[in-house]
């Protein structure tokens, strides 16, 4: 077989690769450079961002849109989830820029595991196959692990890399069971080829449990309930930094592979059984799992006393809003509805990425050394003494809970509207439920804010110095937050502007020779 | 007796039952890692038996990067493991408690 080689469809991934080892050993030879190497890894990232935007251009004419066999693939799924996976580990780079001076941490390994693990959620956006989305996953999953133990003589971090690790490679592991059981249902693990060959599965059951393996993989990484036990441990032990790189990362590159293999891999085809209850089964399961994600995490959130504990409450709500849109673009009908509506689960992704690394930033740089004052009373009546941050962070939270002219808000009317609008009794239901739940999640925001303005302090309060890097990322989020809030034709646009030649269509179900049992027995 | 598909498929699913009652009920980290590496090798053995069926290399080339991603696990697995053993002198699932609601 041709191997299909194609270096230039990479090339984001490559750049972002060849920049990490090259942090790593840069800071063998060099110690103690910690400014130099997140200089270094941003400049890579621009990089690769450029590089980026040049597939963006160019795929389709002299880049082909799919190379390596189909495996990798260049589509608007794939281009506007990179886009935000590079803000994301460049936002993550300049709050870390703080912490990793105040912690000593070894500032090589740092930032190369933070670009290894944006290689991971690289591939896993353009990963149009289940070993390249399994590789990713890995890749990224792995690096996370470590950071959540970073700080090594901290016994709440190493407890909460431990949880990380040792419940995420059990998600893991069924995840591959998945893959396996739908590689054997459709003898390929081409996600284009899936499509098709689910009309004609060779072994139905085994795909319906592939599928719902999968779903139990995916479903952890992106923290949605019943798989959601280990988010609040671990976003409340990792260090800070790495907690809002967790939330907005990781879970938007999970959404990016899960809704390729789903929405795209096990798509309806009329007038085939096994595909409708397939397609069936996985609707139903995910709208379950958006009601329960997006009520328990409201509900959750608001008895919490730990900011951190709440914002990982909270981010377990927001994939619940964000699954609306996945189930909507699981049931769209037309090609062009379901890719518009997943340009709005990436922007949702992405809003909410910027919003809550804005939050981590200030959370960040309150909490001290160690992460010590993380619980709410920390907050009180810090409003007036130091405006900067309560201010930026009151505007995240509005954010966050959905505020007209904010990005939260513009992000959940484009991925509610299309959910509302086509109809379905389900959808509407999910809307609904999402709609109320976004009420009952201003208790908890709205709180921060109350305790920042109109509580006395009883402590003694220092105007933290902010570093040139958090009022860079602090400048940006609110920016963006107002930029995404008002602009979004803009940025939505060019989120479906795909290169033409590959749009996310579903394949027509073509008949296909069934496989020839006779040599396979052999 | 030539072993069919069902016998891989068999085999694969006890030892994957096995690896993940191990992992819910064990309280030793290593133990639980174990467990899950037993998962992991029950699914190649599927991917194997997948592979054979269809005469398709594919499947066996996921077991490649299988393995090789289990090896990574393991690596990390353990020094995430040993500096939890550090700084309890446990390796006990159960002593992770601080990170509570």
Redesign the interface.
């Known amino acids: 077989m041709n191997p299909d080689a194609n270096l230039a469809i990479i090339l984001p991934e490559i750049v972002v690769a060849v920049f990490g080892t090259i942090v790593m050993l840069y800071d063998c030879f060099v110690p103690n450079s910690r400014k130099t190497t997140a200089a270094v890894s941003i400049f890579g990232l621009l990089l690769a961002a450029i590089a980026l935007f040049w597939l963006w251009l160019f795929a389709g004419q002299s880049v082909p849109v799919s190379a390596w066999n189909g495996m990798i693939v260049t589509d608007s799924l794939r281009l506007s989830f990179s886009i935000s996976f590079l803000i994301i580990t460049a936002v993550t780079i300049l709050v870390s820029a703080v912490w990793v001076e105040r912690e000593d941490v070894p500032a090589g390994e740092y930032y190369s595991l933070l670009l290894f693990a944006t290689v991971g959620m690289l591939l896993m956006a353009s990963g149009n196959d ?2 390249i989305i ?2 990713g996953l ?1 890749t990224l999953s ?1 690096s996370t ?2 950071m959540a ?1 970073l700080r ?2 901290d ?2 971090s ?6 990380y ?2 419940l995420g ?2 998600a893991s ?1 069924f995840l ?2 998945g ?3 739908v ?2 249902a459709t ?3 081409n996600i284009s080829e899936i499509a098709i060959k689910v009309a004609n599965a060779n072994f139905p059951a085994l795909l319906l449990i592939g599928g719902a393996m999968m779903l139990v993989g995916f479903g952890f990484k992106i923290a949605c309930v019943p798989f959601h036990i280990w988010t ?2 671990v976003y ?2 990792a260090p800070t930094p790495i907690t809002g790189f967790m939330a907005a990362g990781p879970k938007a590159a999970a959404f990016a592979s899960f809704m390729r293999v789903f929405v795209l891999g096990f798509p309806l085809i009329n007038g085939v059984q096994v595909s409708a209850f397939l397609h069936d089964s996985w609707i139903t399961a995910l709208s379950i799992m958006a009601i329960l994600t997006m009520t328990f995490g409201n509900v ?1 959130a608001i ?2 006393n730990n900011v951190k ?1 709440m914002l990982a409450y909270s981010s377990i709500a927001h994939a619940g809003y964000a699954m609306v849109g996945f189930v909507a673009a699981g049931m769209a009908k037309t090609a062009d509805k379901r890719e518009e509506i997943i340009a709005a689960v990436a922007f949702y992704m992405l809003a909410y990425a910027i919003t809550n690394l804005g939050a981590f930033a200030i959370v960040t740089l309150i909490a001290e050394k160690n992460d010590r004052r993380t619980e709410f009373d920390d907050y009180n009546g810090i409003g007036f003494r130091s405006p900067l941050l309560s201010f930026s962070l009151s505007i995240f939270m509005l954010s966050l809970l959905g505020l007209p002219l904010t990005a939260g808000f513009i992000s959940k009317v484009l991925v509610f509207q299309p959910a509302f609008e086509a109809g379905s009794p389900l959808l509407v239901f999910l809307v609904v439920v999402a709609v109320v739940n976004t009420a009952i999640s201003a208790y908890y925001y709205l709180r921060l804010i109350v305790v920042m303005f109109f509580r006395e302090r009883v402590t003694e309060w220092e105007n933290p110095k902010i570093p040139y890097s958090l009022a860079t990322v602090l400048v940006f989020a609110v920016l963006g937050v107002f930029y995404l809030g008002i602009f979004s034709d803009g940025v939505i646009r060019l989120f479906k502007s795909s290169p033409s030649a590959f749009q996310l269509r579903v394949s027509e179900p073509s008949v296909q020779p069934s ?1 020839d049992m006779t ?2 027995e ?1 | 007796m030539e072993p069919t598909l069902a016998s891989y ?1 068999a085999l ?1 699913g006890i030892l ?1 039952t096995i ?2 009652v191990g ?1 819910i009920f064990k309280r030793n ?1 290593i133990g ?2 174990m467990c ?1 590496e037993l ?2 090798n ?2 190649n053995i ?2 194997v ?2 592979s054979r ?4 290399a ?2 066996q ?2 077991v490649f ?2 393995m090789s ?1 289990a090896a ?2 393991a690596a ?2 353990l ?3 040993i ?2 053993f ?3 002198i446990s390796v006990d ?1 159960d002593d ?6």
Not at chain 2, 53 to 56: K, L, V
Not at chain 2, 96 to 101: D, H, R, V
């Open positions: 289940l070993v399994f590789l890995e792995l692990y470590v133990g090594k003589t016994l709440r190493n407890e909460a890399a431990m949880k690790f040792i490679s059990f592991a591959l069971y893959m396996a059981l590689y054997g003898g390929s693990t609040p441990d409340e032990g959750a008895v919490q504990r496989i040599k396979a052999r | 498929l694969s994957f690896g993940a992992v980290a639980m890692f899950i998962m992991l029950a699914v599927t991917f038996g997948f069926f269809y005469n398709d594919t499947g080339l996921f990067m299988v991603v990574a696990e990390i697995g020094g995430i493991i500096a939890f550090r700084n309890r699932v992770a408690s601080i990170l509570k609601n």
